[in-house]
């Protein structure tokens, strides 16, 4: 496994993150530990995780990825860098979500307890936080990085102009800096080229991003009609946002035409998809998720593969489209 600059940071990771959102929910403590064998196995060192985790669960299984995760790691915890996330709702309380001084502070205090750690390396927001002034958010995260609870600062599901802005006030405030950005991200969703990919290119913005084979669309396992179960399109509360975003039949049919581009360059779909996204120079390192620990094959295979520039041709002409928020184009 190669390991790659982090951005401007001195921090160097390894070229794939494992993501750990089905942690919990659709895998158990005995297949999430798994994955994260493989995973390490593997040479993946980079965790990403969120305190909202598993995605699709509810208040009541908040934060139980951060749990398994934890009692995996314990008395190891060096050897990994360890990226979590706050933003969304972890408690009844209007104050238990977003982006205010107390909920950052609340936030990562219990993240820690629940990971069993006294330093979170990368600590991103979740999301943006209208409700909150973001002078006072930026100040909160600082307070983080100078008691020394967290290492650097990144943010999640953000448009190129709220980064731009956040930027922009840390300089001001002179307080510590974004330095990664976890956009989703796939040959099925490349709106983000467009403003946001050529911003962290010319600010050296970290970029990590999440759903390189779009929920397992791109892996061609899916087919059209009734969404699959056991599948993250019908596990949980979340299932609803995975089927709005994939399961149209334009989709379906794009798929169909990259495993065609697919089997004529003798790669499995997964393995084209993320080689396809670690093209792009902006990338970092991509997020890979797994339900079962040998699924994390067909894409860490992706590190093997360089795509050339009549098949990047192809798959661009096959999904432009999609660059533009327009499936139809």
């Known amino acids: ?91 009844p309380q209007p104050w238990n979500r977003g982006n205010s001084r107390k909920h950052i502070l609340d936030a990562v205090d219990a993240s820690l307890r629940r990971l069993n750690t006294d330093y979170i390396d990368l600590y991103q927001l979740h999301g943006t936080d209208p409700n909150t002034p973001l002078d006072e958010t930026l100040e909160a995260l600082n307070t983080l990085v100078v008691s020394g609870k ?5 943010v999640s599901n953000w448009l190129a102009w709220h980064l731009a802005l956040a930027l922009g006030r840390a300089d001001a405030l002179r307080v510590a800096r974004i330095v990664s950005i976890q956009p989703r991200y796939n040959l099925l969703f490349r709106e983000f080229e467009r403003e946001l990919f050529p911003l962290c290119a010319s600010e050296n913005i970290a970029v990590i991003p999440y759903n390189p084979i779009a929920g397992g669309m791109l892996s061609g396992k899916h087919v059209s009609g009734e969404p699959s179960q056991g599948t993250r399109f019908t596990l949980g509360n979340a299932a609803w946002r995975y089927q709005e975003r994939y399961w149209h039949d334009r989709v379906f049919d794009t798929v169909e035409a990259i495993r065609g581009v697919a089997d004529d360059a003798g790669l499995p779909m997964a393995t084209l998809a ?3 996204v670690m093209a792009n120079p902006v990338i970092t390192a991509p997020i890979l998720g797994a339900s079962r620990p040998e699924q994390l094959d067909a894409t860490i295979a992706a590190a093997d593969v360089t795509l050339d520039a009549d098949l990047l041709a192809r798959l661009d002409e096959l999904t432009v489209g999609y660059r533009f928020g327009d499936a139809d184009r």
């Open 1 to 91: 496994m190669e390991y790659v600059n982090f951005g401007s940071t001195g921090l160097r990771v390894s070229q794939f993150c494992l993501g750990t959102m089905t942690f919990g929910l659709q895998c158990d403590v005995p297949s999430s530990h798994a994955i994260l064998n493989y995973a390490l196995d593997k040479g993946i060192t980079f965790l990403d995780l969120a305190d909202v985790y598993p995605v699709g669960g509810s208040l009541e299984t908040v934060g139980r990825t951060e749990e398994i995760v934890g009692a995996w790691m314990q008395g190891r915890r060096d050897d990994f860098v360890i990226t979590t996330k706050c933003n969304g709702p972890m408690g």
């Open 274 to 276: 993320v080689a396809w």
């Open 150 to 154: 967290v290492r650097y600062l990144g």
